[in-house]
Nanobody, 128 residues
Framework: QVQLVESGGGSVQAGGSLRLSCTAS????????MAWFRQVPGKEREGVAT????????EYHASVKGRFTISLDVPKGTHYLLMNDLKPEDTAMYYC?????????????????????WGQGTQVTVSS
């Protein structure tokens, strides 16, 4: 069992930046991917960014490419999401997640169904 705790959400004006953090504890050695998802009420959860713990390979949703950066600090057991040039449409509850080897399969990197471990969520609100 892996426990994930997020921090760093908040309110910001359009064009601003925020950095989210997610610290993992518990049995983390078999987690192959660490990721960030987001969800707006009434909409499906959306994969934002993921990073492979072994290679550091990253993948992003098209809407955040060039603006968001996911990174991983293995000794600290923490992964981050740096969000720059935030837009009102980025407003959502952001969740960090961890997955086993299934996230390495083609087209599954940002598939929430392969992620078993989830944080409690942190709200990001971007005003225009």
């Amino acid at each position: 069992q892996v426990q994930l705790v997020e921090s760093g959400g908040g309110s910001v004006q359009a064009g601003g930046s925020l950095r989210l953090s997610c610290t993992a504890s518990g049995f983390t050695t078999d987690r192959a991917c660490m990721a960030w998802f987001r969800q707006v009420p009434g909409k499906e959860r959306e994969g934002v960014a993921t990073i492979r713990t072994g290679s550091g390979t990253t993948e992003y949703h098209a809407s955040v490419k060039g603006r968001f950066t996911i990174s991983l600090d293995v000794p600290k057991g923490t992964h981050y999401l740096l969000m720059n040039d935030l837009k009102p449409e980025d407003t959502a509850m952001y969740y960090c997640a961890a997955a086993d080897w299934r996230c390495l399969r083609a087209d599954d990197a940002l598939n929430d169904r392969v992620y078993d471990d989830w944080g409690q969520g942190t709200q990001v609100t971007v005003s225009s």
